[in-house]
């Protein structure tokens, strides 16, 4: 079953602003496709969207297009996933999207993900049109790859490519170290190169 969002058509009007989104529960895939708001709006607009797949998959999402306004901070117009069912869960890429620029996928880690799109009052929106759809989980021993593949756990942060997009050797800050976070453990290296 495919389920599609087109953010104008849910639109209602709040005392804060306008409100738009929706729960999806049990479908295994979708699309949510961003309003088209060329001129400026006198109400924020906040939507929030809520997947949840059946236990023991996991959520896929796909950055089909993705071009909204960008400001360093992503103040006036941004996207958030939280893997999880609520925004306290960790957001994807620790932080809000925004600008014209490609995303990797997304895999949760669990069955469900929020999504919240915000437009900020007296802004104007550009667009975005991502997809979804399920995939099942590795077995709790594996870890899964970026790019859906099933590798051991062990294979996790061992300093060996395991996974052919080297996901499994990232995000492998020691929280016992002064890393940062998220920071990977083995930085990349570069060697100079003079091209005259």
């Not at 209602?12 to 989104?21: L, P, Q, S, T």
């Not at 729960?23 to 949840?52: F, K, R």
């Not at 958030?80 to 949760?108: M, V």
Request: proline share 2%.
């Amino acid at each position: 079953m495919k389920f599609v969002w087109i953010i104008a058509a849910l639109v209602y009007m709040n005392v804060k602003g306008v409100i738009a989104g929706g729960v999806a529960l049990n479908v295994s895939s979708g699309t949510i496709v961003s309003p088209d708001y060329t001129n400026l709006l006198e109400e924020d607009i906040c939507c929030t969207w809520m997947i949840q797949v059946a236990t023991g998959q996991q959520i896929v999402v796909r950055f089909d297009s993705f071009a909204i306004v960008w400001e360093e901070d992503c103040r006036r117009e941004y996207l958030e996933i939280y893997d999880g069912p609520t925004n306290a869960s960790r957001r994807f890429l620790d932080g809000r999207l925004c600008g014209d620029q490609s995303y990797r996928d997304f895999l949760s880690n669990s069955n469900q993900i929020l999504l919240h799109y915000y437009l900020g009052k007296w802004s104007y929106s550009q667009s975005f049109n991502i997809s979804w759809s399920i995939e099942e989980a590795c077995q709790s021993d594996q870890f899964k790859c970026w790019n859906g593949n099933c590798v051991p756990l062990t294979s996790k942060c061992d300093g060996l490519r395991n996974c052919s997009d080297n996901s499994d050797e990232m995000e492998c800050g020691d929280s016992t170290d002064f890393q940062q976070c998220g920071k990977a453990a083995f930085a990349p290296s570069f060697k100079s190169v003079s091209i005259f």
